[in-house]
């Protein structure tokens, strides 16, 4: 069983700079793949952004892409998700997840945005970016 626990949330302005945490606790960090994902309100749970467990190879979605990275330190078995030039569009309580699988390919590509590839989830921190 791992736990996850987000933090790092909060409320800025447009154009600024966040970086939200999860720290996993419970078992080894290692073999894992770990993704973020975000809900705003009246929306669906949309991907935001992976990285797998061997390589560090890394998926972003099209929205966040070039403005969002997601580095991880094993050693502190926490991933982070760097949020810059943030949108309006970008509020929303976002998620890690953790995927004990260590990433899903499809041949060479990475890819992990599908809800379902994770098997454990955070409880969520908000993000509020005012515009």
């Known amino acids: 069983q791992v736990q996850l626990v987000e933090s790092g949330g909060g409320l800025v302005q447009a154009g600024g700079s966040l970086r939200l945490s999860c720290a996993a606790s419970g078992r080894t960090f290692s073999g894992y793949a770990m993704g973020w994902f975000r809900q705003a309100p009246g929306k669906e749970c949309e991907f935001v952004a992976a990285?797998?467990?061997?390589?560090?190879?890394?998926y972003y979605a099209d929205s966040v892409k070039g403005r969002f990275t997601i580095p991880r330190d094993n050693a502190k078995n926490t991933v982070y998700l760097q949020m810059n030039s943030l949108k309006a569009e970008d509020t929303a309580v976002y998620y890690c997840?953790?995927?004990?699988?260590?990433?899903?390919?499809?041949?060479?590509?990475?890819?992990?945005?599908?809800?379902?590839?994770?098997?454990?989830w955070g409880q969520g921190t908000q993000v509020t970016v005012s515009s």
């Open positions: 997840a953790a995927d004990p699988k260590g990433g899903i390919y499809y041949g060479s590509t990475y890819r992990n945005s599908l809800q379902y590839e994770y098997e454990y």
């Open positions: 990285i797998s467990w061997s390589l560090g190879n890394t």
